[in-house]
């Protein structure tokens, strides 16, 4: 049963499908995304989701995953991202079964100067496949326009289609469907060049799907989501052909601790260092079928294990001390007298704030990239029906402080302006403290 006031959570989706794109997690948040595969194309990287709206008794099922048309998004820092627009929609590829709502979770790779998107659905022709099966658009260009084929990949059953060129030049797909199939692709990344095969290694109790398979320093590493106990964890699993055998070695990431079903993901290298693409309901936290995607740093130890991921609101990237800091993606929280909390609960598009409850209160936000050039002044959106006074240093709560702003007493958010008071140069943590007893909201910063 849906949450009664999700309709109205959703109602202002249209309205911001034009707002930017933050860098921290979730690093889209003008929309719902979830499934996302990343991938680098000519030094930017682009990351293509599944795209999640709301069900309702016109469109899709009621109460389950709703899917019509998928976008792309792209950036050069992994902080200021650009959404292109939608590249495949549903009712636009001719083998799909008009209104079936089940555009899952997509691949794209790139060969002999054509990018080739793969995507799962359910076809008209119930005498190709009576579930679902992967078809391919093509486009000259990593953001499209994309031209879907005309029938989908013939011997190929199941959703969460992957795709692996190896060192040889040789590509394999990788689905699933209750197991995790793979089988060699044709040149021309059309047609299955062999039989599948089910990559049998892996743990028979509980869901498998979603595969995403590459190559490191000569080990391929076959990570899925798994649900061992209640929800989905990712996982992994090593070998030293595409095909496998695999040996099951470890877990990426814990199952949610609040409860959201669903993970996928992918990985990839970027300016040397390493990244996981996974999904989260943050943006929906009373439906689960609503997802967003995140974005954590991942690090592989000296034996190739991969180190597990602790999931983060502060995501990666740096924010230029210019824009908008958020701070309610924090790097660290206080233990007490601090929460963060929806802007409008009835809106979730709109964001988060920070609460500070009273002096014992403070945020730490890492990664703010100040310059050289000096700031005069600081900018923060804040409301405190009393009045408060805020400290803002940084490099910790005992570094030097850059600015103490007061805040007039009021019960609607105002933009109060304080001057700077010491300048350090370069990238540091910012840390905003309660220095009153009174409550004071804040909804971002901004140096000038």
């Given at each position: 049963m849906?949450?009664?006031?999700?309709?109205?959570?959703l109602s202002g989706l249209v309205?911001?499908?034009?707002?930017?794109?933050?860098?921290?997690?979730?690093?889209i948040t003008n929309q719902f995304t979830a499934d996302p595969t990343a991938r680098v194309f000519n030094g930017r990287v682009y990351v293509y989701p599944s795209h999640d709206i709301l069900a309702t008794p016109e469109r899709g099922k009621v109460g389950w995953f709703c899917m019509e048309d998928y976008?792309?998004?792209?950036?050069?820092?992994?902080?200021?991202?650009?959404?292109?627009?939608?590249?495949?929609?549903?009712?636009?590829?001719?083998?799909v079964k008009p209104d079936s709502y089940s555009m899952w979770a997509p691949d794209c790779i790139a060969r002999n100067g054509k990018y080739y998107f793969y995507f799962p659905t359910t076809p008209r022709d119930t005498t190709i496949n009576k579930g679902f099966t992967v078809g391919v658009a093509v486009a000259d260009k990593p953001a499209?326009?994309?031209?879907p084929q005309p029938q989908p990949i013939k011997g190929v059953r199941g959703?969460?289609?992957?795709?692996?060129?190896?060192?040889?030049?040789?590509?394999?797909?990788?689905?699933?469907?209750?197991?995790i199939y793979a089988a060699k692709l044709k040149p021309n990344m059309?047609?299955?060049?062999?039989?599948?095969?089910?990559?049998?290694?892996?743990?028979?109790?509980?869901?498998?799907?979603?595969?995403?398979?590459?190559?490191?320093?000569?080990?391929?590493?076959?990570?899925y989501p798994h649900v061992e106990n209640k929800t989905e964890r990712l996982?992994?699993?090593?070998?030293?052909?595409?095909?496998?055998?695999?040996?099951?070695?470890?877990?990426?990431m814990d199952e949610s601790p609040t409860g959201c079903w669903t993970n996928h993901h992918s990985m990839l290298p970027f300016n040397n260092q390493w990244y996981l693409f996974y999904h989260h309901n943050d943006l929906s936290p009373a439906f689960d079928k609503s997802r967003s995607v995140r974005l954590d740093s991942l690090f592989f130890e000296p034996d190739g294990a991969i180190r597990k991921v602790v999931p983060t609101l502060r995501g990666v990237g740096l924010t230029d001390a210019?824009?908008?800091?958020?701070?309610?993606?924090?790097?660290?929280?206080?233990?007490?007298?601090?929460a963060i909390a929806f802007l409008d609960p009835a809106n979730p598009f709109q964001g988060w704030k920070t609460v500070l409850a009273d002096n014992q209160g403070w945020v730490q936000y890492n990664g703010v990239a100040f310059g050289k050039q000096a700031p005069k002044t600081v900018m923060l959106r804040v409301q405190a029906a009393t009045g408060a006074t805020v400290q803002l240093r940084t490099d910790g709560a005992t570094g030097p402080l850059l600015a103490q702003v007061t805040v007039p007493k009021g019960s609607q958010w105002q933009e109060v302006k304080a001057p700077v008071a010491a300048f350090k140069p370069g990238t540091h943590a910012l840390v905003v403290s309660a220095k009153t007893s009174t409550p004071v909201e804040i909804d971002w910063v901004k140096f000038e």
């Amino acid at each position: 049963m849906l949450p009664s006031k999700l309709p109205q959570i959703l109602s202002g989706l249209v309205l911001l499908l034009g707002g930017a794109a933050q860098a921290q997690n979730p690093f889209i948040t003008n929309q719902f995304t979830a499934d996302p595969t990343a991938r680098v194309f000519n030094g930017r990287v682009y990351v293509y989701p599944s795209h999640d709206i709301l069900a309702t008794p016109e469109r899709g099922k009621v109460g389950w995953f709703c899917m019509e048309d998928y976008h792309v998004f792209s950036s050069a820092n992994l902080t200021d991202w650009t959404d292109h627009g939608v590249i495949v929609t549903q009712n636009q590829v001719p083998w799909v079964k008009p209104d079936s709502y089940s555009m899952w979770a997509p691949d794209c790779i790139a060969r002999n100067g054509k990018y080739y998107f793969y995507f799962p659905t359910t076809p008209r022709d119930t005498t190709i496949n009576k579930g679902f099966t992967v078809g391919v658009a093509v486009a000259d260009k990593p953001a499209g326009p994309f031209v879907p084929q005309p029938q989908p990949i013939k011997g190929v059953r199941g959703i969460d289609p992957n795709v692996l060129i190896d060192k040889d030049g040789q590509a394999y797909l990788y689905w699933s469907q209750g197991n995790i199939y793979a089988a060699k692709l044709k040149p021309n990344m059309l047609e299955l060049a062999s039989e599948p095969v089910t990559l049998g290694e892996l743990p028979t109790k509980g869901l498998k799907e979603g595969p995403f398979v590459f190559e490191r320093q000569g080990i391929y590493y076959l990570t899925y989501p798994h649900v061992e106990n209640k929800t989905e964890r990712l996982e992994y699993a090593t070998s030293t052909s595409p095909l496998g055998p695999f040996t099951v070695k470890g877990v990426i990431m814990d199952e949610s601790p609040t409860g959201c079903w669903t993970n996928h993901h992918s990985m990839l290298p970027f300016n040397n260092q390493w990244y996981l693409f996974y999904h989260h309901n943050d943006l929906s936290p009373a439906f689960d079928k609503s997802r967003s995607v995140r974005l954590d740093s991942l690090f592989f130890e000296p034996d190739g294990a991969i180190r597990k991921v602790v999931p983060t609101l502060r995501g990666v990237g740096l924010t230029d001390a210019r824009q908008k800091i958020q701070l309610d993606r924090y790097s660290r929280l206080s233990s007490r007298g601090a929460a963060i909390a929806f802007l409008d609960p009835a809106n979730p598009f709109q964001g988060w704030k920070t609460v500070l409850a009273d002096n014992q209160g403070w945020v730490q936000y890492n990664g703010v990239a100040f310059g050289k050039q000096a700031p005069k002044t600081v900018m923060l959106r804040v409301q405190a029906a009393t009045g408060a006074t805020v400290q803002l240093r940084t490099d910790g709560a005992t570094g030097p402080l850059l600015a103490q702003v007061t805040v007039p007493k009021g019960s609607q958010w105002q933009e109060v302006k304080a001057p700077v008071a010491a300048f350090k140069p370069g990238t540091h943590a910012l840390v905003v403290s309660a220095k009153t007893s009174t409550p004071v909201e804040i909804d971002w910063v901004k140096f000038e």
